[in-house]
């Protein structure tokens, strides 16, 4: 699944801005440098598979929970026909590293949501085939076994349905249809193996989803140095992200719609909220209209998705699954584990740092007729901004320790440099949502 | 020096009813007088008493026994109280959170975001409800945890959390002299028949307690200030 678009420069240049930090932050992982990038920017494959097999993903026992899920919740959210098998795992992480899948053999699930960026891109927007860009920002692939809907939109209820949309999306994978997803596999010997080995059965389009979904149940990465502190180490997170967690649940009210607990610790509460970044460039009545009319005549999945990555409409989120006006511009909400590790932010990738995602829920996110009602001005003080920040730079799971690090000093160093969505008139009630902007002097 | 006293209070402040004048009733004779080298333990009715001594190991079986010897005594002299029998009977294992899948039924709105349910809400709600319960039933059946001295954990006189009414709290306690909470008698329970620090009002261990002594009693209507 990708995200957001707008025009190639504008983009190229949020990529480079991305990615280029990280290449003088060093040789770590493959990640960003010229030489290092495979095709469409992302790493080559052979560098994730090395970084995904020292994870050590594959001796943790398939039947039991991950650690830090509660066991009960953990097995409701496995569909009875899709039981984890090391087979089928084994299967559908070669598929999830299969260009084959794609119309010309230049993408797989791996390009987009790449081990070694926290299974994103670092892009606002992802590339599919043909270097076309979508309209949304490519949410990770980890944890994403615990979500009770897929994609951003919720438009797919498990992850099995979710698999099949990219591959003959035309600006994803671009097969022109399932058939030929298949047909592009069935010739191969190893496969026929493997499939006959995971679900004894031929090369078919729905088992090439369950096994991606196999796979990615076992991207469950929840061991973090915040759940050391939980667990009773106190020293495992610095006093300022201490101070940050309490904030959390308190005055910055972000455990209201990113709830942590063993059933649910993915930090997202599932639900769709209009947050108002996609108010900043969208006239919602027009696109409702329009949108409105063009479900009437086909309201699939496959016309959702393509309305969701390639027109303006991506900006309506859960209306135009729901058709609910007071869905227009909600977004399911992230969810907050490894975040530091999967930047760019929000829907449409449009932030480049947590203080860029604090200082736009600090103002009460942006006004707009559709707001969410647990939007309001947060009065957080810098000094709190930055507490919650490191708080959040605790959540990224300890395989991912060096490229936290990393990420949290280039996002510092972005922020010191701008901090674009910051409003303290509005963070502090001087200013009203209906007032006009007057000019502050800025300290 | 003296021997250190200790009422042991859990089960019976519910049984001893508050007016019940202990000072004026002969003490319950100790099966053997304190010395220097022993510690008296008295139970929440301010007479029954025992000791124990100091070098005690503080095992579950050394506490089950200091329990036992108040409880036995207190029965030998209060022959018609069975009450811990009848409560335990009624409630032998933790019961379930109450079901709330109705929230998925019929229609539910669609007008805002927060008011929708699904399937693992619910699952959630339930599940996260009796991990803190089940929690509080460890923390209640274990000394170490409360950091007991004497080995002494709340299940010895309160089996299953019998007799712990929470369902008559806040209500005035004689014996503190004021209006209090279901958390206030827990930490009098700490400090005398567990010998162990108070917890303050939010140590998880105490939010756990709550919630399993609650739990305990699903069902029973709620009668604050009941004696």
């Known amino acids: 699944m990708r995200q957001v678009a707008r025009c190639w420069p504008r983009v190229l240049l949020g990529a480079l801005m991305t990615l280029s930090p990280l290449t003088l932050g060093g040789p770590a992982m493959g990640q960003g440098g010229p030489a290092a990038r495979g095709m469409h920017g992302a790493t080559p494959f052979e560098q994730q598979l090395a970084m995904l097999d020292a994870f050590g993903l594959d001796k943790r026992p398939l039947q039991q929970a991950p650690r830090g899920v509660d066991a009960v919740v953990w097995a409701a959210s496995i569909p009875a026909d899709n039981a984890l098998t090391p087979e089928r795992v084994a299967l559908g992480r070669r598929l999830f590293f299969e260009p084959r899948l794609s119309a010309d053999g230049t993408v797989a699930c791996a390009t987009c949501h790449d081990v070694t960026k926290g299974f994103t891109d670092h892009r606002p927007v992802s590339e599919g085939i043909k270097d076309q860009l979508g309209r949304r920002n490519a949410p990770t692939a980890l944890n994403a076994a615990m979500l009770t809907s897929q994609f951003l939109d919720g438009r797919s209820p498990t992850l099995e349905n979710q698999a099949r949309l990219p591959i003959i999306n035309p600006i994803e994978m671009g097969m022109p249809d399932e058939a030929s997803a298949v047909k592009a596999l069935a010739g191969d010997a190893e496969y026929q193996r493997l499939f006959q080995r995971a679900y004894g059965r031929a090369v078919n389009f729905d088992d090439i989803a369950r096994a991606i979904a196999a796979f990615e149940r076992t991207l469950m990465l929840l061991e973090s140095p915040f759940d050391r502190y939980l667990a009773g180490e106190k020293n495992a997170i610095s006093a300022e992200a201490e101070k940050g967690w309490v904030l959390y649940n308190g005055k910055a009210r972000c455990q209201t719609c990113h709830p942590f607990n063993l059933s649910n610790p993915l930090g997202s509460d599932g639900r769709f909220h209009n947050v108002g970044v996609s108010a900043r460039h969208q006239k919602f009545e027009e696109l409702a209209t329009k949108a409105l009319e063009l479900l009437e005549k086909d309201a699939s999945i496959h016309a959702l998705d393509r309305l969701a990555l390639e027109t303006d409409m991506s900006e309506l989120g859960r209306f135009m699954v729901t058709r609910n006006p007071t869905d227009i511009g909600g977004f399911r909400t992230l969810q907050i584990r490894n975040i530091g590790v999967t930047p760019p932010y929000m829907h449409d990738g449009s932030m480049q740092t947590l203080w860029d995602v604090m200082d736009h829920y600090n103002k009460g996110g942006e006004p707009n007729p559709y707001l969410d009602g647990g939007m309001e001005p947060l009065a957080l003080s810098e000094e709190e901004i930055n507490q919650v920040v490191a708080f959040l730079f605790t959540l990224t799971d300890a395989r991912y320790a060096e490229e936290n690090q990393r990420q949290m000093e280039r996002q510092q160093e972005i922020a010191r440099k701008k901090r674009p969505f910051r409003d303290e008139a509005m963070a502090f009630g001087r200013r009203l949502a209906f007032e006009p902007v007057k000019k502050e002097p800025r300290p | ?227």
């Open chain 2, 1 to 227: 020096m003296y021997a250190k006293r200790v009422a042991i209070g859990a089960l019976l402040w519910l049984g001893c009813q508050t007016g019940s004048g202990a000072g004026q009733t002969p003490r319950a004779r100790s099966e053997r007088a304190p010395t220097e080298e022993t510690v008296e333990v008295k139970l929440c009715d301010d007479r029954t008493t025992t000791t124990v001594p100091k070098d005690m190991p503080p095992t579950r079986e050394n506490g089950q026994r200091v329990a036992d010897s108040l409880m036995s005594q207190w029965k030998r002299e209060h022959p018609n109280q069975a009450w811990e029998m009848k409560v335990t009977q009624s409630h032998p294992t933790i019961p379930p959170p109450a079901d709330n899948r109705k929230v998925l039924e019929g229609a539910q709105r669609t007008d805002q975001t927060y008011a929708l349910f699904t399937e693992r809400d619910v699952l959630t709600w339930e599940r996260e409800t009796l991990k803190l319960v089940q929690e509080g039933a460890r923390v209640f059946h274990d000394a170490e945890a409360m950091e007991g001295t004497i080995g002494v954990s709340c299940d010895m006189c309160h089996p299953d959390a019998a007799n712990t009414h929470p369902e008559t709290y806040p209500k005035f306690q004689t014996q503190l002299g004021r209006v209090v909470l279901l958390r206030d008698m827990i930490n009098w329970c700490l400090e005398h028949p567990v010998k162990a620090p108070r917890m303050e009002p939010d140590d998880p261990r105490m939010r756990a307690l709550e919630a399993y002594i609650i739990a305990q009693r699903k069902g029973v209507t709620l009668e604050y200030g009941k004696h």
